[in-house]
Every structure is written in C-alpha cells, then in structure tokens.
C-alpha cells in the first residue's frame, strides 16, 4: 500500500518554529520533485515549497520564502519541512505529494495523506 504519512504539526505562537515530516512508504521517492501544499479553512490547497529529487534544488512561494526551508532524506524517503517566523496566516493543514512545476503530480502515489494540522496562534 503506497502511503503518504504526514506528521509533526501542533500550536504555536507567532514566531515560533516547526519542523514536519512527511514519510513515503510502498514506493520510493528517490526519483521524485517532492513538495509540501497547505490548505487553510475555507481556501484552495496551495503550493508551499517544492524539492527537486537530488535534493539540489528548491522552490518555494513568496509567502513563505525565508522562513521555511525543504530538506529529504532519500534513504528515509522522508521529506521534511523547517518552518521558522511562523505567522497566524501559516495557519493550515499541510500535505506533501509529488512536485510537477508547483502543481501536485501523485500519480502513483494515489492520493493525498491526511495532512498535519498546524496553528499558528497570535
């Protein structure tokens, strides 16, 4: 069964720091862009930060650059996301998925994980 499992999401004031992970199973990510989207109540899912599959390049939206930073372990085949500065508006769900051009590609990846909640408190 090929699974997306995100994790490491929980309350926070405003600047403070997270660090999410997003662990692949039944199928490597090795070969992959792989990227982080969030969704917040009421809004589209958006593109956050995108990884390219060596690691050697990243991507991120202009809400967040400077803040986060995207990282992965291809021997984990874990994605992870650092996120510093955090602001009320990160406030989300937050998912990762293959990366085509900031567009989520999953593929054979089947689906979306059930994300990892992130609040950012004032």
């Known amino acids: 069964q090929v699974q997306l499992v995100e994790s490491g999401g929980g309350m926070v004031q405003a600047g403070g720091s997270l660090r999410l992970s997003c662990a692949a199973s039944g199928r490597t990510i090795l070969n992959y862009a792989m990227g982080w989207f969030r969704q917040a109540p009421g809004k589209e899912r958006e593109f956050v930060a995108a990884?390219?599959?060596?690691?050697?390049?990243?991507d991120f939206a202009d809400s967040v650059k400077g803040r986060f930073t995207i990282s992965r372990d291809n021997a984990k085949n874990t994605v992870y996301l650092q996120m510093n500065s955090l602001k009320p508006e990160d406030t989300a769900v937050y998912y990762c998925a293959p990366s085509i051009l900031r567009v989520a590609a999953l593929g054979d990846f089947g689906s979306w994980g059930q994300g990892t909640q992130v609040t950012v408190t004032t």
């Open positions: 990884i390219s599959a060596s690691g050697g390049r990243t």
